[in-house]
């Protein structure tokens, strides 16, 4: 590490100097303090039942084109069925994915979220009208429109 970051600084531009040097120290500054905890996933020596975060948060294209494509429309049954196959597909689980039953999905919301969403789309009153204001059209010209205007409404 200390030969790269060395390399770097060598290797800095004349016109933009200070601040590559600027980000040269950061980076030295945090690599020093967290290099502890920059290690590879398999440093670490977990079980082997620790895996990624999968297939569905880096690769959510799959699922939008395969279930959106073609104004498609899915139950909500059948899409948590497609979804967990697609995903079996990706993670090389597809055989389990056949034979494991896929649990039943409930939709069911709380009491008091149901009646937060009633009172926000609860229409309420409307707001009182200010009405018309009453002013004056001072120093204008009489050739043009306002001037015009102004000789109207001082005439009544």
Not at 48 to 53: L, M, S, W
Request: proline share 2%; glycine share 6%; aromatic share 8%.
């Amino acid at each position: 590490m200390v030969a790269i970051l060395d390399t770097a600084e060598s290797r800095v531009d004349e016109a933009h100097g200070e601040d590559q040097l600027r980000h040269i120290e950061k980076l030295t500054h945090y690599l020093s303090r967290n290099w502890a905890y920059l290690k590879r996933l398999k440093a670490y020596q977990l079980e082997e039942t620790v895996q990624g975060i999968g297939s569905c948060e880096s690769n959510h294209r799959i699922y939008s084109y395969r279930m959106k494509r073609n104004g498609k429309y899915w139950s909500d049954q059948g899409a948590q069925s497609m979804v967990c196959l697609i995903e079996a597909l990706k993670n090389q689980t597809f055989d389990q994915a056949l034979t494991e039953e896929i649990p039943e999905y409930e939709k069911t919301y709380p009491q008091d979220l149901k009646l937060a969403v009633r009172m926000a789309l609860r229409k309420g009153k409307p707001a009182a009208s200010v009405g018309a204001k009453s002013g004056r059209i001072l120093h204008r010209n009489a050739s043009d429109a306002m001037g015009n205007l102004h000789k109207a409404m001082r005439l009544r």
